[in-house]
């Protein structure tokens, strides 16, 4: 085990793929909430629609940055977690991983296969340097099928991105918990710039 591994925080690579991540799956989900209302009014669809290209070019990021992220994290030994976290809390910590990296590459895969079936077929253009080529087995379907198999996705798409938003806010508030309250090193272990609470006393 090399010395890195041996820290009490994540390595350098894992906290810039974290926060990277982070952003950019809370940027879209506001973006998503905001541009399927501003599509339908006439006043904002030309906006809506420069949003919805650049949606798809983060969200495409994302599913690359998530799938180095778990290579990175099979590769590399994570930091142990707290010795004072109960049998339930490690738990969940295990299931929230879990199900952080089903958002991960969920939310972008389901993206990809909705704009795939889309009877509007508009291309996905990558940041405006390249087009990112649709699923042929959808893109191919009659009008029909795209419109029936665009609905299944959409609402995956959407049941994953609500679920995701309850996720994050769980999330943070378990972080703080155990920052604030169980005064543990389990925030510290990604954020670098954070000082290590003080523990306290023994009664």
């Not at 810039?16 to 541009?35: D, K, Q, S, T």
Request: proline share 3%.
């Amino acid at each position: 085990m090399n010395a890195a591994n041996n820290t009490e925080r994540y390595t350098k690579v894992a906290i810039l793929l974290h926060w990277l991540i982070a952003f950019a799956i809370i940027g879209l989900m506001a973006a998503g909430i905001w541009m399927t209302g501003a599509i339908k009014e006439k006043e904002t669809q030309a906006t809506a629609f420069e949003v919805y290209q650049i949606h798809k070019s983060i969200g495409l990021t994302v599913l690359v940055l998530s799938v180095v992220r778990l290579i990175w994290r099979f590769t590399h030994k994570v930091p142990a977690m707290s010795s004072g976290m109960v049998a339930w809390e490690r738990m969940a910590a295990h299931t929230t991983h879990f199900l952080f990296y089903a958002l991960m590459i969920g939310l972008p895969i389901t993206g990809w296969l909705m704009v795939s079936a889309s009877p509007w077929g508009l291309p996905t253009m990558y940041f405006n340097q390249f087009e990112v080529p649709h699923l042929h087995a959808l893109s191919s379907l009659d009008m029909a099928g795209k419109q029936e198999w665009e609905g299944v996705f959409k609402e995956m798409h959407e049941v994953i991105a609500y679920g995701g938003i309850a996720l994050i806010v769980l999330h943070i508030g378990a972080a703080l918990k155990h920052h604030v309250i169980a005064k543990d090193n389990t925030l510290v272990r990604m954020l670098p710039f954070l000082k290590a609470p003080v523990q306290r006393e023994e009664e």
